[in-house]
């Protein structure tokens, strides 16, 4: 096997002229966290940044799962936004960045959409495999902040700090994870040649910057582009049986999503529930 290049900074600089990222990305062999990093950046009052690392050290998923991180072979981004929105808009983030993400990989693979990369609400990146089975290549943590809200008024959004983290050169993974885990490399027809990540990462942050404008574009009632079908992006929006783990756990069929942009499952208990925090999974 090939081992991967070392990461050129300066080629993902080039590719996101024009977008609020430009001049803005920082690379680091090495890191703990690069969502720390971004945090730290924000809450010293830093408006826009992105940290790009080769390896985590103490990375972290939703609910503080860990991340697998060999060096070199995944993608571990992190990116700071403060767009001028509400914070119930900014609950939209979830999946508008993985669509983001999601399209990204697209472009750079010709992986299709939904077919072969999926969505797992909210957050998780999977790619469907040939044999029916799914594995997650990527996941997406975002952390936010209020500004304090007026007497009258809205909370708008202080920042968010958007952590993504793909599964791009691994050849192998823990015992443990090699069941439910792949990366690009080994699903593409030849695995024998690793991925460049830098087209990657910057098609990321291209596809961020829209879908920001976007959010943005919507709360000032100025996007006249036709609302999006969830359903085109991801597999799992409805007609999938799950479990879910909050409220102590419960199983159904997913039913769409609520206005809010929260997964609805018609419970087997007849009730209709909406998913705020907990893990989705297929049963």
């Known amino acids: 096997m090939i081992a991967p290049a070392p990461f050129d900074l300066t080629a993902v600089e080039q590719a996101i002229a024009g977008t609020e990222f430009a001049g803005y990305a920082l690379h680091f062999p090495s890191v703990a966290s690069t969502n720390d990093l971004a945090l730290q950046a924000a809450q010293a009052g830093a408006r826009r940044g992105v940290w790009i690392a080769d390896e985590q050290t103490a990375g972290r998923g939703r609910g503080n799962h860990r991340w697998h991180s060999s060096p070199g072979d995944g993608l571990y981004l992190s990116a700071l936004i403060t767009p001028p929105i509400p914070m119930q808009n900014a609950l939209r983030l979830s999946f508008a960045i993985a669509i983001a993400a999601q399209a990204a990989i697209s472009s750079v693979t010709g992986l299709r959409r939904r077919d072969q990369i999926d969505i797992r609400w909210p957050n998780d990146l999977l790619l469907n495999r040939k044999d029916g089975t799914s594995r997650k290549c990527g996941g997406i943590l975002i952390e936010t902040a209020a500004q304090p809200a007026p007497e009258a008024g809205l909370a708008m959004l202080r920042y968010a700090v958007i952590g993504i983290g793909i599964n791009c050169n691994h050849t192998s993974f823990p015992l443990e994870l090699d069941a439910i885990a792949t990366s690009l490399r080994r699903e593409l027809p030849d695995p024998t040649h690793p991925l460049r990540r830098e087209p990657l990462a910057a098609a990321i942050l291209v596809a961020l910057d829209e879908e920001i404008r976007l959010l943005i574009r919507g709360w ?64």
Do not use: M
Not at 225 to 230: G, K, N
Not at 233 to 259: H, M, N, P, Q
């Open 220 to 283: 000032r009632g100025t996007n006249n582009r036709p609302d999006r079908d969830p359903t085109d992006f991801s597999s799992w929006i409805s007609g999938k049986r799950v479990c879910v783990e909050e409220d102590g756990g419960y199983t159904g069929v997913t039913a769409g999503l609520d206005s809010k942009g929260f997964l609805r499952i018609a419970g087997d208990d007849g009730q209709l529930h909406t998913v705020r925090s907990g893990g989705v999974r297929a049963i």
